[in-house]
């Protein structure tokens, strides 16, 4: 494939909405690409401070990656990267890319709007708007300019059972969302988050602020929705990044120390401070 | 000794509880509030007796004391208005000295008769008083109330009732005066808005028509209706001043008055608490609802009322929108910098400019140099007589706006930044763009704080008078902004205004102590129209603050 048609928005390989890693159900395990989101010497600054020092890792499709590491060391901000959502803060400034799929994010050409509609994301604190959960849901579908009730219905659907909430949001979609409790709130978050079929979904910190049982099942939906979508996620608890993640990037200080397998980094890490890290001697 | 260590140690604990300052800031308060409920209170005290009829004293002097009312021999009859005290020099054996003395200030009404409405007589020459069951107040379209012993009523078919002693004589005065009342409105009626019409046409032709022959068959067809009207009127006229009514005033001076003039009338001393109750409801309605009469000294205030309430109106859909636009990019899009903090400051301190410079603005802007490029532009035919090019209700309104901005701006920008971050972060991952955030989520969001921006704009603003007198506000208008004549909506009409009027009752009234109460009034009014404008505003935000809280953050 050449680099102009990867450039180019109708090429049938590029990431469109209307081309999601759902209606690919034929493509096989080795079919998937291994770097999917390749970083490439990445360099991050807030103001003259610098953030993250020269990331490169390529994170594979339809898995599960976990960012882990202590406070302030990156994590967030690298996956707040990868949607430019760091570009809402003034005087930050980045070197290095981060090509998904073939195609820079930074690409003059790509309108961040556009890349967020490819980009879910899901964040710490879940922030419902203060609308019903149906409108919630389709807010994402009514900024494209999506209005027919036939496919919101739809979508409504299909989201909430995607983020396991249809069962106990499906009498009451046209309450308030603030109605619901936090570990609902959350999921109706992520439902919104794959409402409009994206092919990435980026998890920060998704369950902070969860009881256990909320988290169980916040759990149990990362693990689901993983063969549908590229998922990476921000989390403080490692057991939690055992659990559903395939893949664990551990940062220290800005820094990426170790990128590996799961069962690798936490069975026998490659580095002194990654051991350290996940027995618990610092962080 | 261990005593008062105890009691040491103990104010010591009073004071590091900050207990002093519970009452510093306590009588800050009670001092604000003592100031607005006595304000208030004054207001009212003196703003709701207006109403309420009072009872007619004959007051009888002690021989050899000067009748303050003409012609009047011993006594005179009034309603109290107040009791003051004077220092009045006396004579005794010792020589002159100075003493306290009640004086007391009656109504007297019959301006017509005797040249003036009060009197001041000192308590001590009065030698009685008696309340006289027969006297009559009868409020008058002219020269005010009078204070009168009614003789005999003859109707408009020459029938005549005598007063003494006849029972029907008080229905059939009623009767006349109602159907005299009816009669006023069908004259006002077809002279001001249906000839108004006419009028207003003929002008139109015969600026636009030049003269042609078509213009002119049309204009004689409208002055023939002009001239039916006209007649209808004057026969209507004759009609109502058919019926005459004679009286005697407490002086003795005799007067027969057409039924026409007079509006209503009572029996000050020979009410019941329900009749009493009745009359003061129907003085309020009056006053609400009726128009001004005797250079707005008596009569209803209703033309300053609706006008007040319409350039709040105006004022309010011209701020928002203007206020808005301002705040959300000086707090979404604008890069936070000196330059935009500068801008804020500007803002605020256009809100402490004296509101008279406001006037001067919006008349040497608005008025002259828009109104008069759009008297140009679209009403050249009707030069030189100015239609948007003098003072108007919709430059008042933007002038007012533009006064009110500030207040509106910040309070608009406080409430963008109180949206929370994590709202517009999830709007901007969900694909939304910058416009759609603001107005799909923070907009909504911030409604509740737009509308404190507004509730504080439209109290400074319908309470603001200097300004207006620059723009567009006058003493009378002869119509309403709003009415049943094309285009309905008369933006560019002068109109009255409640702060005005209480400006114009209060200094510029030929009898200022008569019109005293009517400035109460009047104020109160103003107050309540503020307080009901502002209680609509907080009821709607309520309601969205309801359907927007934001309880998860």
Known sequence: ?283 | MHATHKDDSLTRTHAAAGEPFVWLTAMGLTIGLLMVVGLLGIIVANGIPVFWPKKVYEVTLKAGINNPVPGGGESFAGEIVQTRTKRVPILTKTGEVEADQKEVQYFVGNKDIYGLNFAFVSRVDIEKRDLPKDIYAIERMEYGDAFVFPLDLTLADGTKIEAAGNNEFSSGLAKAVKISNSLRDEIRQIEKIQIGRINSQINELKVKGGGSPESVEQIAKLEAQYEELATKARTLRQEQQGAKITFRAPNGTIKTQPISEVVGFYQPNNLGLLQKTGIFLHNIWGFLSGQPREANTEGGIFPAIFGTFVMTLLMSIAVVPFGVLAAIYMREYAKQGFLVRSVRIAVNNLAGVPSIVFGVFGLGFFVYFVGGGLDRWLFSDYLPTPTFGTGGIFWAALTLALMTVPVVIVATEEAIAAVPRGMKEGSLACGASKWQTIQRIVLPASVPGILTGLILAMARGAGEVAPLMLVGVVKLAPSLPIDGEFPFVHLERKFMHLGFHIFDLGFQSPDSEAAKPMVFATTLLLILLVVLLNITAILIRERLRKKFATGAF
């Open chain 1, 1 to 283: 494939m050449n680099h102009e048609s990867t450039m180019s928005e109708t090429s049938p390989n590029s990431l469109s909405q209307t081309s999601p890693a759902a209606q690919m159900p034929a493509a096989s395990e080795d079919m998937l690409r291994s770097d999917y989101i390749k970083i490439c010497h990445f360099n991050f600054f807030y103001g003259l401070k610098q953030a993250l020092f020269d990331i490169s890792m390529d994170i594979p499709e339809r898995e599960v990656t976990a960012f882990i590491g202590p406070s302030g060391c990156g994590k967030s901000t690298l996956l707040r990267n990868l949607n430019r959502m760091n570009d809402l803060i003034d005087g930050v400034r980045h070197e290095g890319d981060v090509i998904v799929n073939g195609q820079s994010i930074y690409d003059p050409h790509i309108e961040v709007i556009s890349l967020r509609k490819r980009i879910g994301m899901v964040f710490q604190k879940s922030n419902p708007f203060p609308k019903s959960i149906y409108e919630n849901i389709v807010y994402p579908l009514r900024v494209a300019g999506q209005n027919k009730k036939s496919v919101l219905d739809e979508t409504v659907e299909r989201s909430l059972k995607g983020a396991a909430l249809w069962e106990e949001a499906k009498d009451r979609l046209h309450d308030s969302a603030l109605g619901l409790s936090g570990g609902q709130m959350q999921r109706l978050c992520i439902a919104r988050a794959i409402a409009n079929r994206p092919e990435i979904l980026l998890m920060d910190e998704p369950c902070s602020a969860l009881d256990p049982i909320a988290t169980a099942k916040v759990e149990e939906l990362i693990h689901s929705l993983k063969k549908d979508f590229t998922i990476v996620i921000v989390t403080h608890n490692m057991q939690q990044a055992t659990r559903c993640s395939q893949r664990t990037a551990f940062f220290y200080l800005g820094k990426l120390i170790e990128f590996d397998i799961t069962t690798k980094v936490f069975g026998n890490p490659s580095q002194k401070q990654t051991e350290d890290y996940i027995t618990g001697r610092f962080g």
